[in-house]
């Protein structure tokens, strides 16, 4: 008779494999979901209690896993929920990498705003559990400074817009991401890389 092993899809839901269905999928395609239920049973875990009084054995279960299943992909828990952690941030720095810097700020803030809406859960946990998110300076990265004073300016920006994003999040992000998008626009200071185009310009004085 085959057995049934139950995994946590990505939303938090259940789905059956059967064994013929588990084993005809390649390594990959079983890491893989592997990873994604396990990230989606610590996630739920830690929003019930700190990440350090969580074993191995509850994520597993949460999973509906085999403990060898979660040391084929992570070798601790910490690496399993850094791996949640670089996920976002990719996501994030592939928005900040997108081109509407140049061409459309607004739209360009307002992705940054809809990206963490999307991933509400997963910074719910971090702010609640004073997590230290991985960050890295994003907007030197997209307009690398250069010199020193252009530096501490990218530096006051970021810290200006990433302030304003964690607030607009605690307090329920009640304005949409498209409103939160145009005031950013408007009082976060410009500087290299990130300027008006003249069209902007114009259309904002008018």
């Not at 920006?157 to 964690?166: H, Q, S, T």
Request: aromatic share 8%.
């Amino acid at each position: 008779m085959n057995t049934l092993e139950t995994i946590v899809t990505s939303s938090g839901q259940t789905c059956g494999w059967k064994e013929n269905e588990w084993l005809r999928m390649s390594n990959a395609q079983a890491n893989h979901i592997a990873r994604e239920s396990l990230k989606t049973a610590v996630m739920q875990l830690m929003a019930e209690k700190p990440l350090e009084a969580i074993s191995v054995t509850e994520l597993v279960h949460r999973a509906g896993l085999s403990r060898s299943a979660f040391y084929r992909n992570y070798t601790s828990k910490e690496a399993l929920v850094e791996d949640v952690c670089r996920q976002i941030m990719e996501e994030v720095m592939d928005l900040l990498r997108a081109p509407q810097h140049r061409e459309n700020r607004a739209a360009w803030f307002a992705d940054i705003f809809r990206s963490m809406q999307r991933n509400a859960p997963y910074f719910t946990v971090f702010l609640d559990t004073h997590m230290q998110f991985p960050h890295e300076p994003v907007l030197e990265t997209v307009c690398p400074s250069d010199g020193v004073e252009d530096h501490y300016q990218l530096v006051v920006r970021e810290g200006a817009f990433m302030a304003v994003l964690k607030d607009w999040f605690r307090a329920g992000m009640k304005e949409t991401p498209e409103e939160m998008g145009r005031l950013c626009d408007r009082f976060i200071p410009h500087g290299r890389g990130m300027e008006k185009t003249e069209e902007q310009t114009e259309r904002g004085s008018e």
